[in-house]
């Protein structure tokens, strides 16, 4: 299984509405999320705005293919983008670049 972490940032005055969306994340997409892969996905908020994302998968590229298939990510990732800065006119689930992985103990 590889560890996958990412960050993304959130727009200031939209940190209470965000923390909302995910208190209540639609039963479709937590079904799709599982069923393309996506494993003990966790996001982290600081107060700033920071979001870390993590998660567990087998393949990275393939779960978010699968996920690219999906008619609920598409409805998802549309009202997510504007909850996020500097996303330069990419979805949020595009600008999920992996960080690279220096230190782990297990």
């Known amino acids: 299984m590889k560890r996958v972490c990412f960050l993304l940032k959130v727009r200031a005055d939209r940190l209470d509405e965000y923390r909302e969306r995910h208190a209540a994340v639609w039963p479709e997409m937590l079904e799709a999320l599982s069923a393309t892969g996506w494993h003990n996905y966790s996001l982290f908020l600081r107060e700033d705005g920071l979001l870390v994302g993590y998660l567990e998968t087998e393949d ?4 978010l293919a699968g996920m690219e298939a999906t008619d609920v990510n598409a409805r998802w990732q549309t009202e997510m983008a504007p909850f ?3 996303l330069d006119g990419a979805r949020p689930d595009e600008a999920m670049k992996p960080l690279t992985e220096v230190f782990h103990l297990a």
């Open 60 to 63: 990275f590229e393939a779960a």
């Open 84 to 86: 996020f800065e500097s």
